[in-house]
């Protein structure tokens, strides 16, 4: 009888072991699924940031003197300036520019020196760099240690002119008044900026954001390097500036740049941030594009 109790109570237990090793090994394959489940869902998500279905084919282009693609910003209103920004980027409204064409790339050090080989042009320079200063003689790294001057005269030699601070902030967020170049809200490694979670810690190669470029498909609007315009900065000039076409003051010390650069906070690369300099300022973060108006381009 003992035995027979002794048994039953063995095969109990046994059962029970079985039974706690089942839900265990249910358990573990619900954990797995649910891994594996939450592995796709991640997938899904990052595929969607990361694919970039616009159509940039729907813009016009032209090649440049200096062999550089230029893409065509159709003539229209936009929305320049932040009422959410600092004081100098008030009042947010509503600009009408005539058409003109925007350098798809930062002018890059390969451009800089052909101008400054043909034209007998001085080096660019620039202050004390934390590292090794010959990256920023790297060719498809866009040029820094270059003044408003410097900018000029390429612009000039290569039959173009930098774009005024109206036309560079239309090119960057186009005519809805995005914050950055790619939509409203900042999104990680979509710009070079401070730090090296975007691969680079000095500059990068033009172009090597696809997923930040303009609505236009114009590359690092934002971040890389900041890009000095034509206009002379006043911080009240939003205030008073014409609606049509404006160019900025007549007269003032300083100089705009725009776009924020590798050395910047995601607040400063901003579409419509603001900032100025001196005209003969050079330095490692400051470069430019070019533009030129549609109707002074020859047939």
Avoid at 30 to 51: C, F, H, M, P, W
Avoid at 57 to 77: C, F, P, Q, T
Avoid at 218 to 227: F, I, L
Avoid at 251 to 266: A, E, F, L
Wanted: net charge neutral.
């Amino acid at each position: 009888m003992k035995d027979t109790k002794l048994m039953i109570a063995v095969i109990g237990c046994f059962a029970i072991a079985v039974l706690f090793i089942l839900v265990i090994v249910w358990e573990i394959k619900k954990s797995i699924d649910y891994g594996q489940k939450v592995r796709r869902l991640s997938a899904n998500v990052t595929k969607t940031v990361e694919d970039d279905n616009r159509d940039f084919s729907i813009y016009e282009s032209i090649v440049g003197v200096d062999e550089r693609e230029m893409i065509l910003i159709h003539e229209g209103v936009f929305t320049r300036g932040s009422d959410e920004g600092g004081f100098d980027e008030k009042p947010e409204q509503e600009i009408y520019l005539d058409a003109f064409y925007v350098d798809k790339y930062e002018v890059t050090v390969k451009a800089y020196n052909v101008f400054r080989r043909n034209a007998a042009y001085v080096k660019p320079s620039f202050p004390f760099l934390q590292g090794d200063e010959k990256i920023l003689e790297t060719p498809t790294f866009p040029v820094v240690g270059v003044s408003w001057y410097d900018s000029v005269n390429y612009c000039k030699w290569a039959g173009k002119r930098l774009l005024t601070e109206a036309e560079w902030e239309k090119a960057s967020r186009g005519t809805h008044g995005l914050k950055f170049p790619w939509s409203n809200k900042f999104l990680e490694k979509r710009a070079n900026l401070s730090g090296k979670a975007d691969g680079f810690e000095f500059m990068a190669p033009v172009g090597s954001f696809p997923m930040g470029r303009s609505v236009y498909g114009v590359y690092d609007m934002s971040g890389n390097v900041s890009e000095w315009v034509l206009d002379i900065y006043d911080q009240f000039y939003y205030q008073s500036a014409p609606m049509m076409n404006p160019t900025g003051p007549d007269k003032g010390k300083n100089r705009v740049y725009r776009g924020g650069s590798w050395d910047s906070r995601s607040v400063d690369i901003r579409t419509s941030k603001r900032f100025a300099a001196t005209e003969g300022r050079k330095d490692a973060v400051l470069g430019f594009r070019c533009g030129l108006s549609k109707a002074d381009l020859k047939e």
